[in-house]
């Protein structure tokens, strides 16, 4: 009767072994799997203050400062994104979102390569009122945000 209860026992630390072995696989490979799906977000300030690697992936946001959309030839076009504490260089080959304009927020995802953020993809406000939240935010910590409902009272900042 004994063999049976240390047979029974193996078996069972043996399943717990396995289960554990089996956990840390599937958490490594949903790891590996996501290490190319996250893009942090980082406001021109965080850019200028630590400028990332060349071959770091990451998301910027702000608003395309006035005077410097530039169109050039074919598809390519360069402007600069601001938080009001930092102006960052960006430029982007495709077709712009049909709300792209200066002034206006626009989040961008791309590298920043030799002083200049080389965007893979361009997004737009889709509204008046629409912003990112991590652009938001970024703009009250320089405090130069401006609420869509004080635009038209004035244009109260507020932080």
Known sequence: MSGFKSL??????????LAFAALAVSTAIIG?????G?????SPSQVAEEPP????????????EEG????GQGETVSFRVTDGG?????????ILPDLFEEGQGMVGQGNYINGTFEAVEI????DETYMPAEVIDAL???????????AANGGAVTN
């Open 8 to 17: 029974k026992k193996r078996r069972r630390i043996q399943v717990i072994v």
């Open 38 to 42: 996250i893009n942090f977000f980082r």
């Open 53 to 64: 690697s060349p071959n770091e992936r990451f998301r910027i946001g702000g608003l395309v």
């Open 86 to 94: 930092a102006s960052i260089p960006v430029t982007y080959t495709g």
């Open 140 to 150: 009250k910590d320089q405090g130069v945000y401006v609420e869509p409902d004080a």
């Open 123 to 126: 997004l737009a406000k889709h």
């Open 68 to 71: 410097s959309l530039v169109r």
């Open 32 to 36: 590996y799997a996501m290490q190319d």
